[in-house]
């Protein structure tokens, strides 16, 4: 908005200020709530621009900083990837977008830190509550027994953590499920006829990792598939494409292979043309968050797809919450199974000793609705795959509808 507009309109925000002494939004809380971090001379031009363009702080920021406290109207995310690397994840930047979505409704600011581990996250938190430069933080990459969460919990940091609630103490937590989300690609994979499944995770110490890990071990050994192999990575595409070299060069290669995130799937695609192998015909993939990257390769994609912006969105709705002290409930997430034209039925093996084959049947209904009901191997009560043009199962709010690529069951 600019200033000529905010006068006519009557709604002068922290943005007005910002661009009429020429600082930054974070400079103008500062300034504003007479914090350290901005120079005497930047803080008298901050304050006359405020009483220039009559500018009233927003009640709900007021209620984040908190009059007792004296905090700036910041929130803090501390998070720990190499800064390159940070810059290439879908997720992480379409998540901060939604962050920041709701902090412009409130007149809000973001601090983003990087660093190296949680050793110095800790410290990070610990330096900026202490003083007084955020009111509150996101807490993300949450590991299992992870230290910041008696840590902070200690110094009495307003917080939200973006993991399943085993995992995150006492904070308020929002999370995917992950577990269900697993089960649904495994069930479908199965219903295809794959029985020899594969998975490139990320660190091997994150929660969310060691939850996906464990619900496919527990999916496969449910529908009496093979074993699944599990690789893990630093999410980083060089990574992500030399697991995928060791597990298509295997003896016992996987006919189908789940991606933690969309870069180590793209990587993985890479490796699949490389050797030779075609995509879905020798090999099925499946990423997660189904960015546009899933979108934009040939082929495209299929992907564990969920509103990553609504979700950023909600996190930082919920801190609002933990500051005003307003009672709600964690959130869950599930992210829906996305079809495109990186899965399809492997091609046909001589079956092992002892193997059922897996034999989708698709039955038709009389409303145009059609579903997959699964074959004589797979547990009676076991969840259908969807394939229709509407949301796959029970998803959480903000979950994107199921877009069909290319017929997935057609013969190689």
């Known amino acids: 908005m600019s200033e000529a507009r905010a006068r006519r309109t009557g709604r002068v925000t922290i943005r007005d200020v910002a661009a009429r002494a020429g600082v930054s939004r974070g400079a103008v809380s500062l300034a504003f709530n007479n914090r350290p971090g901005v120079s005497e001379a930047t803080r008298e031009r901050i304050m006359a621009a405020v009483a220039e363009l009559g500018w009233v702080p927003n009640q709900a920021a007021k209620k984040l900083s908190g009059a007792a406290t004296g905090a700036a109207d910041t929130v803090g995310l501390v998070v720990a990837r190499p800064a390159r690397q940070l810059g290439l994840e879908p997720f992480y930047m379409e998540s901060i977008s939604g962050v920041e979505s709701v902090l ?6 973001l601090l983003l830190h990087l660093v190296r581990d949680t050793a110095q996250e800790i410290a990070v938190h610990r330096a900026w509550w202490q003083a007084r430069r955020t009111a509150g933080s ?24 973006v993991g399943h ?28 006829g794959h029985r020899r499944i594969a998975r490139v995770g990320g660190h091997a110490a994150l929660g ?21 192999r599990s690789l893990t990575t630093d999410y980083s595409g060089e990574q992500g494409a030399r697991a995928t ?31 030779g192998l075609s995509v ?41 919450d933990v500051a005003t002290a307003a009672t709600r409930r964690p ?10 034209a990186a899965a399809a039925r492997p091609r046909r093996t001589p079956p092992a000793d002892g193997d059922r084959a897996l034999e989708p049947r698709l039955l038709l209904r009389p409303a145009g609705e059609a579903r997959l009901t699964p074959g004589p191997a797979l547990r009676p009560g076991a969840a259908p795959f969807v394939p ?7 998803v959480g709010a903000g979950a994107v509808p199921y877009r069909a690529g290319v017929p997935l069951g057609a013969a190689p």
């Not at 959130?331 to 495109?340: N, S």
């Not at 229709?388 to 029970?394: K, L, Q, S």
């Open 208 to 228: 969310h990792t060691m939850i996906r890990t464990e619900a496919l071990n527990a999916i496969v050994a449910e529908l009496g598939l093979e074993p699944a």
């Open 245 to 275: 070299r060791s597990l298509l060069a295997s003896p016992q290669r996987p006919t189908a292979i789940v991606y933690d995130n969309d870069i180590i799937a793209v990587a993985g695609l890479s490796v699949a043309a490389e050797m």
């Open 104 to 109: 412009e409704e409130h007149e809000c600011s």
């Open 388 to 394: 229709a043009e509407r949301p796959c199962g029970a």
């Open 331 to 340: 959130a869950r997430w599930r992210p829906p199974y996305c079809c495109r």
């Open 165 to 192: 609630p085993s995992l995150t103490g006492g904070f308020t937590s929002v999370w995917t499920d992950d577990a269900a989300a697993v089960h649904e690609a495994v069930r479908y994979l199965a219903a295809l």
């Open 138 to 161: 996101i807490l993300v990459d949450i590991q299992r027994n992870d230290p910041r969460i008696t840590e902070l919990a200690a110094i009495g940091l307003p917080a939200v953590a």
């Open 280 to 320: 879905p015909r020798d090999i099925s993939l499946i990423a997660w968050d189904d960015s546009q990257l899933c979108q934009l390769t040939h082929p495209t994609l299929s992907a564990m797809s969920h509103d990553v912006f609504g979700f950023g969105a909600d996190v930082t709705r919920r801190l609002f």
